[in-house]
């Protein structure tokens, strides 16, 4: 899957705002500040551990892409070796800004898109291969909902995880 694409018009719209600047800048300090990183980063080792070495991540109302961008860069430094990840945000300001985060990633084992839209459609468009981990906010609950078709754990805000079986 390939990195998603940024339009010129977009690319250069961006480019002169230092806010969207400031925000890939610290994608890694964002991402390390939410409570779904720690459980996601101990949900990765474990599936190392047990062998696994390709991965899908879905996270709903992503917004800037800061937390997805961090779990597959981690998923990618503990030996995964196809990474696909996808976000999903309501905000088109955001999922734009997430773009060019992502687009700082020269990995061809990661694949990461990231769309504008509603978390719900794009849990149901996943359904028929499900993601392993599945981010998502308390605050949407038909996510919330379709978040527990995750293949390995589901991780939603504040303090919620579910755990499915391997």
């Known amino acids: ?35 779904r990183w720690a459980p ?27 937390l997805l961008i961090q779990v597959v860069r981690a998923a990618r430094s503990l030996g995964f ?12 300001v955001l999922v734009t800004a997430a773009r060019l985060s992502s687009a700082l990633l020269k990995d061809r084992a ?11 459609n794009a849990l149901h468009e996943e359904a028929e291969l499900p993601a392993d981990l599945v981010f998502y906010a308390e605050d949407d609950a038909g996510a919330a909902a379709l978040a527990g078709m995750a293949g390995v754990a589901a991780f939603g805000l504040p303090d919620s995880l579910k755990r499915i079986a391997t």
């Open 1 to 35: 899957m390939p990195i998603s694409m940024i339009s010129p018009t977009e690319m250069s719209r961006w480019a002169l705002s230092p806010p969207i600047v400031h925000v890939v800048a610290r994608t890694g300090a964002l991402a390390a500040a939410d409570r």
């Open 40 to 66: 996601a980063l101990r949900t990765l080792r474990g599936l190392r551990k047990r062998g696994r070495r390709s991965i899908r991540i879905v996270d709903v109302n992503c917004g800037d892409g800061s």
């Open 81 to 92: 070796v196809a990474i696909e990840g996808r976000g999903v945000d309501r905000d088109p």
């Open 110 to 120: 990661i694949g990461l898109t990231f769309d504008a839209g509603e978390g719900a």
